[in-house]
């Protein structure tokens, strides 16, 4: 296992060797996620929060790419739905390609205000299109008493779908 004094020294290191070194503000210390996207120099830096930049020639401070995202509930989970994003639920009654009309949605952020619904928010809709689906990996049941030759073996294979955003709709 690693000590935190060799991770942060590497992670200086990388950031000395690279263009783009960014810095936690909250932390005061390099963040893993943005010590990976300069090590793999693709830097992602959606929903880490405000960082300063340092670069050869700027110094700022880094403000997050606003995202509109809906939270809503599908099958019994509750799931982070962002226009273009993938999400895999429950299997739902609708064929592949039918357009899908989510309307249990719990949180709206369009960016500039958070709505939360009481327990939904009023004419709020995500749609979406069934891209896939498909079934997950089989889970085996095995249950067993000792010492009384009781032994029963199950198994199960959820069906799920992927769904694809296409809208948030924020209603009225």
């Not at 895999?88 to 958070?114: F, W």
Request: positive net charge; aromatic residues 8%; contains cysteine.
């Amino acid at each position: 296992m690693r000590s935190h004094a060799l991770y942060t020294e590497r992670a200086k290191r990388q950031v000395a060797e690279s263009d783009l070194g960014v810095f936690h503000s909250r932390t005061m210390g390099f963040d893993k996620f943005i010590d990976l996207a300069i090590m793999t120099r693709q830097p992602n830096l959606q929903g880490v929060g405000s960082c300063f930049v340092l670069g050869p020639m700027t110094i700022g401070l880094w403000i997050r790419e606003e995202n509109v995202y809906a939270v809503i509930k599908s099958g019994g989970h509750q799931y982070k739905a962002s226009v273009g994003s993938d999400l895999i639920v429950e299997r739902l009654p609708y064929p592949v390609g039918a357009q899908v009309e989510l309307d249990q949605v719990y949180l709206l952020d369009d960016g500039e205000h958070v709505l939360v619904g009481q327990p939904t928010v009023e004419g709020a809709v995500v749609r979406a299109t069934v891209m896939d689906e498909f079934r997950g990996p089989k889970i085996r049941i095995f249950k067993y008493r000792p010492k009384e030759r009781y032994r029963r073996r199950q198994g199960h294979r959820q069906t799920y779908m992927r769904l694809r955003v296409d809208d948030i709709v924020k209603g009225a």
